[in-house]
């Protein structure tokens, strides 16, 4: 009889470990795919705001006939700042303390063309 106990007790151990394998294994696989798609939304949210941020050029500066306004120059300053990347907000600095025509023009391309090259696909 002592012997059939152990028996017993060995296989609810082992059901149990099995059990708990079972379960770290999916726990690992769950977490691994979350952390896949939080780096999607975070991709996703980056581009939005490079978008809404393009846009807001666009609008303000290459359609715009007249000299741009404090509010749009705040308004630009503020989208920059949100996206939270540095290079861009370097070369939007750039753009910004650009003097001459050329310079401008310049910048105007380093800057359009790296907010391009943000967006992930």
Same mark, same amino acid.
């Given at each position: 009889? &002592?012997?059939?106990?152990?028996?017993?007790? +060995?296989? %609810? $151990?082992? $059901? $149990?470990?099995?059990?708990?394998?079972?379960?770290?294994?999916?726990?690992?696989?769950?977490?691994?795919?979350?952390?896949?798609?939080? *780096?999607? %939304?975070?991709?996703?949210? %980056? +581009?939005?705001?490079?978008?809404?941020?393009?846009?807001?050029?666009?609008?303000?500066?290459?359609?715009? !006939?007249? @000299? #741009?306004?404090?509010? *749009?120059?705040?308004?630009?300053?503020?989208?920059?700042?949100?996206?939270?990347? &540095? !290079? #861009?907000?370097?070369?939007? *600095?750039?753009?910004? +303390?650009?003097?001459?025509?050329? @310079?401008?023009?310049?910048?105007?391309?380093?800057?359009?063309?790296?907010?391009?090259?943000? #967006?992930? &696909?």
């Amino acid at each position: 009889m &002592p012997t059939t106990n152990k028996k017993i007790r +060995n296989i %609810v $151990i082992a $059901i $149990i470990l099995l059990c708990l394998a079972l379960f770290v294994w999916r726990y690992l696989s769950l977490s691994s795919r979350l952390r896949v798609a939080e *780096q999607a %939304v975070g991709a996703q949210r %980056v +581009n939005e705001k490079v978008l809404s941020f393009s846009r807001l050029f666009v609008t303000n500066i290459l359609r715009n !006939e007249q @000299a #741009i306004n404090f509010d *749009q120059r705040l308004e630009l300053e503020n989208a920059v700042r949100d996206i939270k990347d &540095p !290079e #861009i907000y370097k070369a939007w *600095q750039e753009f910004t +303390n650009a003097k001459e025509q050329s @310079a401008v023009q310049l910048s105007f391309y380093n800057l359009f063309s790296l907010l391009l090259d943000k #967006i992930s &696909p």
